[in-house]
């Protein structure tokens, strides 16, 4: 490597992204996590301008006035809305290393490993265009790994399962590669949504996204304990039948039957890399087990309930929620070697 490649590549500001379906984290090299907002950006709809990013924008979620909306631009992992992505990209990477700098920074983001070519270059497009000098791309499970500190390089397989707000991504890897993955359009947004459902249809009554987030994080469990199985909150929203206010109490049992479905296709999606993987390597993950990450990954009980139901040692990753960003960012110091051994560690943007 030349003196001055050399150069631009320590005095430039290394940056991580998780360009993540409910949240956004950036990990700065030396500096470690310095973001984590919502995805969630308010515009006028008449104007398209742009009035609040981040976390500001996810309080007026379904109570915005007319003429003002609130929207997710990510959906399911991938851009829905390139613009509003774009704006809301440049606005994160601002606050995160400056506005006025003399060197773009180097930007790795990471991407779904199930995503398609176009939904591929939306990516490459959106980072390029919102100031990054060099953009590159690696998958989440990839990612996932090297923030939860497992040492990938090693001839032996290692599980990761990461779970975030729009997609579910697990993956065997082994010598610096995918060897067996999938990828869901399934995570903690579903979560939401069948919480939402479940409640409409019991009980006549309509909540909002948040409401149902909130409900998750308080009560919603994988596995019912005698813990948890009295637990329960108080929930208000709109009666379908009057129109009018109305609170019911909810309890974890109805919340764990409510999400039942998404926990049965995630660790459907466990089992089937698991039916993938090379012998020598499923000998590895016996002796391993698995690790999880991503938001998605909290749900009470959840480790507990993909153990019994595969029989491996599940193991949720110390700082579930940054791991991707954390993964993404540390991958740019070992870019190089990798691509020099000819590991396909990332993809870079053109």
Same mark, same amino acid.
């Given at each position: ?63 915005? #006035? ?45 991407? #779904? ?238």
């Amino acid at each position: 490597m030349g003196f001055f490649r050399r150069f631009f590549f320590d005095f430039g500001t290394s940056i991580g992204v998780d360009l993540g379906t409910a949240s956004i984290l950036i990990y700065v090299k030396n500096r470690g996590i310095v973001l984590n907002e919502p995805s969630v950006v308010a515009m006028n709809q008449l104007t398209h301008e742009v009035i609040a990013i981040g976390a500001a924008a996810k309080k007026m979620l379904g109570r915005t #006035p007319e003429g003002i909306i609130a929207v997710r631009p990510l959906r399911e992992g991938v851009i829905a809305d390139y613009d509003v992505t774009e704006q809301m990209l440049r606005y994160f990477l601002e606050q995160a290393c400056g506005r006025n700098r003399i060197l773009k920074p180097r930007v790795m983001v990471c991407i #779904p490993s199930g995503v398609t070519d176009v939904e591929e270059r939306a990516v490459k497009q959106a980072a390029l265009a919102s100031g990054a000098r060099e953009a590159y791309l690696i998958e989440e499970p990839m990612a996932a790994a090297i923030g939860a500190g497992m040492d990938i390089y090693t001839p032996s397989g290692n599980l990761v399962c990461d779970i975030g707000g729009g997609t579910t991504d697990v993956a065997v890897i082994s010598l610096g590669g995918i060897v067996s993955k999938t990828s869901l359009r399934v995570g903690g947004d579903k979560f939401d949504d069948a919480i939402v459902r479940y409640i409409r249809r019991e009980y006549s009554l309509l909540i909002g996204e948040s409401c149902a987030e909130d409900i998750k994080k308080s009560i919603g469990t994988a596995y019912i304990t005698e813990k948890n199985r009295d637990n329960f909150v108080t929930v208000r929203g709109r009666d379908l039948m009057s129109g009018l206010p109305k609170s019911i109490k909810f309890s974890a049992q109805e919340c764990r039957e409510a999400i039942g479905e998404t926990l049965d296709t995630i660790i459907a999606a466990i089992k089937s890399v698991l039916e993938e993987t090379p012998p020598e390597l499923a000998g590895d993950i016996v002796d391993r087990g698995m690790v999880l990450t991503g938001g998605g990954s909290m749900v009470d009980g959840l480790p507990r309930l993909i153990s019994e139901l595969t029989g491996l040692h599940v193991y949720l990753a110390e700082d579930p929620v940054a791991c991707v960003a954390i993964g993404t960012g540390k991958s740019l110091a070992v870019l190089d070697q990798a691509q020099e051994s000819g590991n396909i560690l990332a993809r870079k943007a053109l």
